[in-house]
């Protein structure tokens, strides 16, 4: 063994003096976020009543308030309005950054390649001392970069060494699935969010995700049903956070449409009113769904076999004409076991027969109206076997006793 005296008197120092290894930042409700935060203007208290009445839980910062003293003002009505943010540094050095109870943390970088993870790590150190407990922010690529943007050979490699180099409080991504008749994106979205469900169980952090909520590009403005199903997708790999693409409508020659939840003027198109629907019940679930872990992710497609499709899985079956499920089982923190089942259609709704390995009157539903877990019903009662019905892109969440 190498002896290094040196480190045993810098350790036997740091005891000596109270040092610790700073807090880490703990995430204590889901998150539902966005990006292009609302400006900080003579109408900012109005525009943070109305992003809180929309269900968000956390605002993250950088376009409406980018100065010192409009981060101070987003502060305080986040505060008023019992929201979180991740805030804009505004030029200003570690020990300088505000704090307070509503901050969760710091914008750090969008999408950055390999070859700034060194320099990164340094600025998330400098944080995490400054600010223990706070969140150093990075979100990075999705999986159809390119091994340029990556500054990797494969998004694998990229994502496994920004865990590695990095070592982040929280891992978050942006994947915009094309949702078209001609070009359906949603199992590349599955396979990014499979990804980052394995780095995150492996590191032990949560992760997040961007959707998109607006048309761009080749983008079309996408449906309530499609904004659901981005949703109930990541939730199924055992999301902790989904962030809407975009809140306010950014101004630019990339989105010539406006169609964002709010325009670039203020005013509130249809996605307002899905996407308060949406987070209404994902606030309601929130609780219940930071004490899961993910076990397994399954899907059962259209005439596929149950017994082997969802071989291991609580869920056993979910039988109807066409339907298309996606499956998310977890482990609750209190030794229970849940089930998480998405209808894949985004255009249809499915009526499922279903089946858990436990009689139907030990499963439990969580109520996206108040949260509560109580005996599930049948919607079909006349029927046999357990009817349940599923919006399109919808899901519905079971709790099971204990294996």
Known sequence: ????????????????????????????????????????????????????????????????????????????LCEQHDLRAIVARAGLPPEQLPTGPALWGYMVRDEPNCAAFAGLRAEVDALRAARPGKLAYINLFPN??????????????????????????????????????QADGRDGYCANLAVLREQSLAAGVPFWNFFNTMPFGPHWD????????????????????????????????????????????????????????????LKQWGPTLLQLTSRAVYRLRPGADPAEALAGCPLTA??????????????????????LLVNYDRAFTSWPTVSFDVPPAAVLEVSTETGAAAPVVDDSPDLPGLQLSLDSGGARLFLLPPA
């Open 144 to 181: 159809y970069a390119s091994p340029a943007q990556l500054g990797a050979a494969t998004y694998e490699e990229h994502i496994a060494r920004f865990q590695r180099e990095v070592v982040p409080d929280v891992l978050s991504m942006d994947h915009y699935p094309p949702l078209q008749p």
């Open 222 to 281: 996408p449906t309530e049903a499609d904004l659901r199903w981005q949703v109930h997708a990541s939730l199924a790999y055992g999301a902790k956070g989904v962030l809407y693409f975009c809140y306010w409508t950014p101004r630019g020659d990339e989105f010539p449409k406006g169609g964002a939840i709010l325009t670039a003027e203020g005013r509130r198109t249809r996605h307002y009113g899905q996407a308060q629907r949406i987070n209404g019940g």
């Open 1 to 76: 063994m190498v002896r290094r005296p040196w480190l045993l008197l810098l350790l036997l120092e740091a005891v000596a003096m109270g040092q610790t290894t700073p807090a880490r930042f703990v995430q204590d409700r889901f998150a539902i976020g966005l990006w292009v935060d609302p400006p900080v203007d003579d109408r900012a208290a109005e525009r943070y009543a109305e992003l809180a009445a929309a269900n968000f839980t956390v605002v993250l910062g950088g376009f409406g308030a980018r100065t010192a003293e409009q981060v101070k003002r987003q502060l305080e």
């Open 318 to 339: 979910a039988v109807a004409p066409h339907g298309d499920y996606l499956i998310g089982s977890f482990t609750h923190a209190d030794g229970r076991r849940a089930v």
